[in-house]
């Protein structure tokens, strides 16, 4: 078993939409959860940065963090054709392996116009 | 301010021949990473240079691979010989330092070993 799940994809929705995705992990030493955006050819870029468990609000989008259920999520409220892209989750501790990052395996996002 | 760059961006090869991978990372930045991301999944580290010394090496394949940072900037990945298997992206990220901060990711390499 991976220690971060996350399901692939692909998803695709309407413009407008709200978008959900999610991510599941084992390991409960992780305290910063993260999310990357890697667009076509390109390389991951942080869209949202989380510590420990709540919720944080950026523009269109919203990660939340359970700790409980080791459970996150990200909500992209008002989705754009240039939202289109995969979605990549990552997570580490705070102590050990000097924070090397975790990912999931990505959810590849498309918005249709 | 210069993101993290890297070349070759893209890189053709015969299975057998050994092939070589450049990073510069962004200015300052302490912590160089090298990962390799197959077709479909997460980025998953290789290793972890702090400075110019090696502190997380233990994914890396080391009958095949290697890595340098020589004055604790820039930095090879090599491939030597190549297998089919090692058909991926190969991405290179910085940091100031490792525990806290973020990330910052180059926009890999992308090898295809035939």
């Known amino acids: 078993q991976k220690e971060v799940e996350q399901d692939p994809g692909p998803l695709s929705v309407p413009e407008g939409a709200i978008v959900s995705l999610n991510c599941t992990y084992s390991?409960?030493?992780?305290?910063?959860f993260m999310w990357y955006r890697q667009y076509s050819r390109k390389g991951p870029e942080l869209l949202m940065y989380?510590?420990?468990?709540g919720n944080k609000e950026d523009g269109r989008f919203t990660a939340q963090v359970d700790k409980s259920s080791k459970y996150i999520s990200l909500f992209i409220r008002d989705s754009q054709p240039s939202d289109s892209a995969t979605y990549l989750c990552?997570?580490?501790?705070?102590?050990?392996?000097?924070?090397?990052?975790?990912f999931g395996q990505g959810t590849e996002l498309s918005v249709k116009p | 301010e210069a993101g993290v760059v890297q070349s070759p961006r893209y890189k053709i090869i015969e299975k057998k021949q050994p092939v070589a991978f450049w990073c510069n990372p962004i200015?300052?930045?302490?912590?160089l990473y090298w990962y390799r991301q197959n077709l479909g999944q997460g980025p998953e580290l290789l290793i972890r240079?702090?400075?110019?010394?090696?502190?997380?090496d233990s994914q890396l394949p080391k009958d095949r691979f290697s890595a340098e940072r020589l004055k604790g900037v820039d930095s090879t990945l090599k491939i030597q010989p190549a297998e089919l298997g090692d058909s991926a992206v190969y991405l290179c990220?910085?940091?100031?330092?490792?525990?806290?901060?973020?990330?910052?990711f180059g926009p890999g390499t992308r090898l295809t070993v035939l």
């Open positions: 200015s300052g930045h302490n912590t």
């Open positions: 990220a910085s940091s100031f330092r490792a525990r806290t901060d973020t990330q910052y």
């Open positions: 989380t510590y420990s468990s």
């Open positions: 990552a997570m580490r501790g705070i102590y050990n392996q000097g924070g090397k990052l975790i």
């Open positions: 240079y702090e400075n110019e010394e090696a502190v997380d």
């Open positions: 390991n409960s030493a992780f305290q910063y």
